[in-house]
T-cell receptor
Framework: GESVGLHLPTLSVQEGDNSIINCAYS??????FIWYKQESGKGPQFIID?????DKRQGQRVTVLLNKTVKHLSLQIAATQPGDSAVYFC?????????FGGGTRVLVKP | EAGVAQSPRYKIIEKRQSVAFWCNPI?????LYWYQQILGQGPKLLIQ????????DSQLPKDRFSAERLKGVDSTLKIQPAKLEDSAVYLC??????????????FGPGTRLTVL
């Protein structure tokens, strides 16, 4: 999604539910996509990545989906936990360089 | 495996002063990146090194920012003189590969700079 400065898009989710975070990218030549999680006061932490020759990749409790036709990327988190509360960034990559989106804040309600 | 190290973690300076940040990448990682992250936004690339050579510094404000990576390992980023709009978190990241296809970047904890 686009950056809105201090007012990040926020996703509120009940603990135990699944979360879906969406991201639109702009560069048709991007061949690599990655999701990061950033907690307050910390650097971005790698979650999962996917190359452009794939449309789905699964990790532990996370799945990334890539739709190149509409230039859309999504991150699905299964059974969301309080520790998943953070800001999530998508990034697109080309020639070993990343361009980041604006981020989505995920708040997990107990 | 040790992650990317950065210091200091916090720095407060007055405008027109100078400041320097240090980064030690993950051992064996050839590519090092400096990013600027303004509050509420995604990181923005400032400069990319492969070993000790600059690959991309197109978004580095070269009138006040400089960076070096002597010996292809540690790197320093300097701002001189600082402006109010330089208040941000400065992130260092590293990746294993030299070039070609994009590789996973691993980030350090960042240095939060406040310019008064």
């Amino acid at each position: 999604g686009e950056s809105v400065g201090l007012h990040l898009p926020t996703l509120s989710v009940q603990e135990g539910d699944n979360s879906i975070i969406n991201c639109a990218y702009s560069n048709s030549a991007s061949d690599y996509f990655i999701w990061y999680k950033q907690e307050s006061g910390k650097g971005p932490q790698f979650i999962i990545d996917i190359r452009s020759n794939m449309d789905k990749r699964q990790g532990q409790r996370v799945t990334v989906l890539l739709n190149k036709t509409v230039k859309h990327l999504s991150l699905q988190i299964a059974a969301t936990q309080p520790g998943d509360s953070a800001v999530y960034f998508c990034a697109e990559g080309e020639s070993n360089k990343l361009t980041f989106g604006g981020g989505t804040r995920v708040l997990v309600k107990p | 495996e040790a992650g990317v190290a950065q210091s200091p973690r916090y720095k407060i300076i007055e405008k027109r002063q100078s400041v320097a940040f240090w980064c030690n990448p993950i051992s064996g990682h050839a590519t090092l990146y400096w990013y600027q992250q303004i509050l509420g936004q995604g990181p923005k690339l400032l400069i990319q090194f492969q070993n000790n050579g600059v690959v991309d510094d197109s978004q580095l404000p070269k009138d006040r920012f400089s960076a070096e990576r002597l010996k292809g390992v540690d790197s320093t980023l300097k701002i001189q003189p600082a402006k109010l709009e330089d208040s941000a978190v400065y992130l260092c990241a590293s990746s294993f590969r030299l070039g070609g296809s994009t590789d996973t970047q691993y980030f350090g904890p960042g240095t939060r700079l406040t310019v008064l």
